[in-house]
Nanobody, 127 residues
Framework: QVQLVESGGGLVRSGGSLRLSCAAS????????MGWFRQTPGKEREFVAG????????YDADSVNGRFTISRDNAKNTVYLQMNSLKPEDTAVYYC????????????????????WGQGTQVTVSS
């Protein structure tokens, strides 16, 4: 049974940092491309960052603008999202997701292409 478990969310002041983790079990992370998405009430799930199984990264430039970094540690079966210079508009539930293989980094932004999802972790940024 595949499980993705996010952690690291919480309450932080504007300008602060958080590092989210996504621990995967039941799959071999090195064979999967991973993505981070976020969602606020009443809005669609929004792509934040993705990383191919090969390590190629992509970000939503408009929302992230160099503040976030996605990384993976295949030995630990874990993906991370380092978030710096946080803003109140970053407040959301953050989800990690996994999709088998994947060679086209541009496809990582489409949430329907993912096979597995975590339960989400809340990030709240106060002004």
């Amino acid at each position: 049974q595949v499980q993705l478990v996010e952690s690291g969310g919480g309450l932080v002041r504007s300008g602060g940092s958080l590092r989210l983790s996504c621990a995967a079990s039941g799959l071999t992370l090195s064979s999967y491309s991973m993505g981070w998405f976020r969602q606020t009430p009443g809005k669609e799930r929004e792509f934040v960052a993705g990383i191919l199984w090969s390590g190629v990264r992509t970000y939503d430039a408009d929302s992230v603008n160099g503040r976030f970094t996605i990384s993976r540690d295949n030995a630990k079966n874990t993906v991370y999202l380092q978030m710096n210079s946080l803003k109140p508009e970053d407040t959301a539930v953050y989800y990690c997701a996994a999709r088998r293989g994947g060679d086209v980094v541009g496809l990582l932004k489409f949430w329907r292409g993912y096979d597995y999802w975590g339960q989400g972790t809340q990030v709240t940024v106060s002004s």
